[in-house]
């Protein structure tokens, strides 16, 4: 059923398209135009960002970082760089989690608390930067204050849930 979803979608575009006498061709045309220009205002936003992480995990910062909250969470330094990461980058989490899977197998009580990271938290840096970045918004007010509290708290919230629940 999976492999006729995205063709069903397609087609029922294009049928709404001719009963509303629209012209299907014209309007995908525009809206490739569209896509475009907003491709080159947003990619000098995700350029900077892209620049400014692998600045950061060049530098050291983020090592330093993970080196010193190891002692105190009972957990190991994957899922740790996973919690630092997970504000800054979704590939690199990824990545992570795929480590943590490989390494512990995908059942594992590491595996459930990163899948539960991973649902629980958002790129926050990414978004704001990308889409607050691409309207020019200068002034984020609260924005990444509160962003970055909702990744605490759903970090906090995973590891809570995740020793009740599975351990």
Do not use: H, W
């Amino acid at each position: 059923m999976s492999d006729y979803i995205l063709p069903l979608i397609v087609l029922g575009i294009v049928i709404y398209g001719l009963l509303k006498k629209i012209d299907i061709y014209e309007a995908f045309v525009n809206g490739s135009k569209d896509s475009f220009k907003m491709s080159l205002t947003i990619f000098p936003n995700l350029l900077a960002m892209i620049l400014s992480v692998n600045i950061l995990v060049s530098s050291g910062i983020l090592e330093d970082l993970i080196n010193f909250l190891l002692p105190f969470l009972k957990v190991p330094i994957e899922v740790v760089s996973l919690m630092i990461m997970r504000p800054i980058s979704g590939n690199a989490t990824l990545a992570l989690l795929n480590t943590i899977y490989t390494k512990y197998g995908v059942d594992s009580f590491y595996s459930l608390l990163g899948s539960t990271i991973q649902g629980c938290t958002d790129t926050t840096l990414y978004v704001l930067a990308l889409y607050y970045g691409s309207i020019a918004i200068k002034n984020t007010r609260y924005a990444l204050k509160v962003s970055l509290l909702a990744d605490i708290v759903g970090i906090t919230s995973s590891l809570i849930i995740c020793y009740l629940l599975f351990l």
